[in-house]
Structures are given as C-alpha cells and as structure tokens.
C-alpha cells in the first residue's frame, strides 16, 4: 500500500505562484511512475505532468514551460511548482502513483486533493 498527502493548494491571483507537494508513505516500486492530475468544475480529470523512474517527464501542453514537475532524491516527495497562473488552471490537484509489476500491470494509489483557485 502507498499512501499520498498533497499540501500547499491555496487562493492566489493570476500571474502567480504555487509549489503543491505529496508525501508518501509505503513501498513504491523501482518501477514507476509518479504524476500530478486536476479535474475542474465540470471537466474531466486530466493529466498535468507526471516523471516515470527513468526520469521521463511528461507535461500537458497548456502547462508546458509554466509547471516543473520533480522529485526528492529518495523519490518519496513529489512536486509541482506552477508558475504564472491561469484562472483556467483552478481545480482540484490530484497526486497519483502508479507502482508496475510484471508484464505491464500496475497499482494505482491517489491523494486526497488540493484545492487551487486562481482568480483574475
């Protein structure tokens, strides 16, 4: 089992700045993929960015050169530092982890969310 804990939602006016974190606990395999979704008001869930263990990163592409996404180097806390942001970038931040086992199958594991508002 992994547990995750996103912090560091918050309100703030466009053109700014947040550093959302998620902290896990439990075993996540060498194998794996961490990644940052949000879903807005009446909008589906979507993928924000995600670092595979090899270090792949991945962003969407109305975040692309706005959000970083990283890791700490025991690969337990993850980040999302969102730069110069949109009101359409208002949602509920989810972290998720996906742990691979063999042939492809893997566990998926989801934060509680974090609100981020941000208003114009």
């Known amino acids: 089992q992994v547990q995750l804990a996103e912090s560091g939602g918050g309100s703030v006016q466009a053109g700014g700045s947040l550093r959302l974190s998620c902290a896990t606990s439990g075993h996540i395999f060498s194998s794996n993929v961490m990644a940052w979704y949000r879903r807005a008001p009446g909008r589906q869930r979507e993928l924000v960015a995600r670092i595979t263990n090899t270090d792949r990163i991945d962003y969407l592409d109305s975040v692309q050169g706005r959000f970083t996404i990283s890791r700490d180097n025991a690969g337990k806390t993850l980040y999302l530092q969102m730069n110069y942001l949109k009101p359409e970038d208002t949602a509920v931040y989810y972290c998720?982890?996906?742990?691979?086992?063999?042939?492809?199958?893997?566990?998926?594991?989801w934060g509680q969310g974090t609100q981020v508002t941000v208003y114009s």
């Open positions: 998720n982890v996906k742990n691979y086992f063999y042939k492809g199958a893997h566990c998926d594991y």
